[in-house]
């Protein structure tokens, strides 16, 4: 599966300029390639996203700018980290998921820069807790 420029373009604005917060990718089965299907603004963050993947029964990755603190004991100044999300809901076609599960390290390859990765069947596997948690 081909991976167009333009994933590889927006990562790297949210990663150096961080005015996204995330990023869907989707694979666009005519072009056999993976492209941006959706940008989320600066004020948009993990609840705007779990929002949009828990109303869609499609297939989907998602990058995630999360601002969390890995040391919170010691009081150490919050960092970003990026998450990858490999979303997959159990109503997706069958199709569908064997597409997005062989083509996700072509996408994660491109992506330099991603923290953690998290795989998610159903909204609740891809909780603030799982992600906060996974990035310890």
């Not at 599966?1 to 604005?13: G, L, T």
């Not at 993990?46 to 919170?72: C, K, N, P, W």
Request: glycine share 8%; proline share 3%; charged share 30%.
């Amino acid at each position: 599966m081909k991976v167009r420029d333009e994933c590889k373009s927006w990562f790297m604005e949210m990663k150096w300029k961080r005015v996204h917060r995330y990023i869907v990718f989707k694979i666009d089965e005519g072009s056999k390639a993976v492209i941006v299907d959706k940008v989320g603004g600066p004020g948009e963050g993990y609840h705007h996203l779990a929002g949009v993947a828990g109303r869609t029964t499609t297939a989907e990755y998602a990058v995630l700018d999360l601002r969390i603190s890995v040391h919170a004991y010691r009081n150490w100044p919050q960092e970003q980290d990026r998450c990858f999300i490999s979303w997959s809901p159990t109503k997706s076609r069958i199709r569908a998921k064997i597409l997005y599960a062989t083509s996700k390290q072509g996408l994660r390859r491109v992506l330099d820069g991603v923290h953690y990765e998290v795989q998610a069947t159903d909204p609740t596997e891809m909780g603030y807790d799982v992600i906060t948690e996974r990035a310890k």
